[in-house]
C-alpha cells in the first residue's frame, strides 16, 4: 500500500462533459503529481504541486487543470472531455523532487 | 529534458539476473535517475534512485557510468512475480517533478 488515496477508481462518462479526480497523498509527503498513462502514450507528466502552489507543468492541456488544497489533497480537473482523454490517470506523492509514492489511478473511460 | 530510451522487451528465466539498460544522453547535472516497476492496472512502484557510481537497496542493483549518460538496473535472482514493466525516469532537477518516464520494457520471466 503507497498511502496514496485516489478516487474513483473508475469513471465513465461522455464527450464533453466535465469531471474531478481527487487524489490524497501519503501523509507527510507534500509534493503531489498527475500522470496520464494511455495505451499509445505511456506515463505523461501532467502538473506537480509543492505545499499548495504549482511547481512544475508538463504536457497538460488547457482543458485540464489542478489544485492542492491547504490539507494538501489534489484535484485534477478535466473539461470538454474527448475520447482520446480515455487514459489512466495516476497521482503520486513525495516529500520533495521525485515522485514516490503512486495511487493506484482512475481509470477514465469517455464515450 | 533529458530523453530516455530503453529496450521494449526482455525475457529471462526464474533465478537469472537480469539487467535492463537506459539510455539518457541529454542527461543534465542536477539529474537523478530513478527506476519503477509497474503491474498491470496499478501505479508504478519506486524501486531504486541513484546519481552516480553504484547504488544497491534489498531489491536491485543501479549502476551509472562517469558519464552518466545510461543506466542498468539490475535485478538478482529474478522470480515469475518480476514480471512487470519497468521504466527509467530521468528526474529533471532534485525539486522539481519534470520528468520524462521512458516507454518502459516489459520483462517477462518464464519458469
Known amino acids: 500500500d503507497s498511502g496514496v488515496t485516489q478516487t474513483p477508481k473508475h469513471l465513465i462518462t461522455a464527450t464533453g462533459q466535465r469531471v474531478t479526480l481527487r487524489c490524497s497523498p501519503r501523509?507527510?509527503?507534500?509534493?503531489v503529481y498527475w500522470y496520464q498513462q494511455s495505451l499509445d502514450q505511456g506515463l505523461q507528466f501532467l502538473i506537480q504541486?509543492?505545499?499548495?502552489?504549482?511547481?512544475a507543468k508538463g504536457n497538460i492541456l488547457e482543458r485540464f487543470s489542478a489544485q492542492q488544497f491547504p490539507d494538501l489533497h489534489s484535484e485534477l480537473n478535466l473539461s470538454s472531455l474527448e475520447l482520446g482523454d480515455s487514459a489512466l490517470y495516476f497521482c503520486?506523492?513525495?516529500?520533495?523532487?521525485?515522485?514516490?509514492?503512486f495511487g493506484n489511478g482512475t481509470r477514465l473511460t469517455v464515450t | 529534458l533529458a530523453k530516455t530510451t530503453q529496450p521494449i522487451s526482455m525475457d529471462s528465466y526464474e533465478g537469472q539476473e537480469v539487467n535492463i539498460t537506459c539510455s539518457h544522453n541529454?542527461?543534465?547535472?542536477?539529474?537523478?535517475i530513478t527506476w519503477y516497476q509497474q503491474f498491470p492496472s496499478q501505479g508504478p512502484r519506486f524501486i531504486i534512485q541513484?546519481?552516480?557510481t553504484k547504488v544497491t537497496n534489498e531489491v536491485a542493483s543501479l549502476f551509472i557510468p562517469a558519464d552518466r549518460k545510461s543506466s542498468t538496473l539490475s535485478l538478482p535472482r529474478v522470480s515469475l512475480s518480476d514480471t512487470a514493466v519497468y521504466y527509467c525516469?530521468?528526474?529533471?532537477?532534485?525539486?522539481?517533478?519534470?520528468?520524462?518516464f521512458g516507454d518502459g520494457t516489459t520483462l517477462t520471466v518464464k519458469p
Open positions: 504541486y509543492y505545499n499548495g502552489e504549482e511547481r
Open positions: 525516469l530521468v528526474v529533471f532537477n532534485t525539486n522539481a517533478g519534470k520528468s520524462t
Open positions: 541513484g546519481y552516480k
Open positions: 501523509s507527510g509527503d507534500l509534493s
Open positions: 503520486a506523492s513525495s516529500v520533495g523532487g521525485v515522485p514516490l509514492h
Open positions: 541529454n542527461i543534465a547535472t542536477n539529474d537523478y
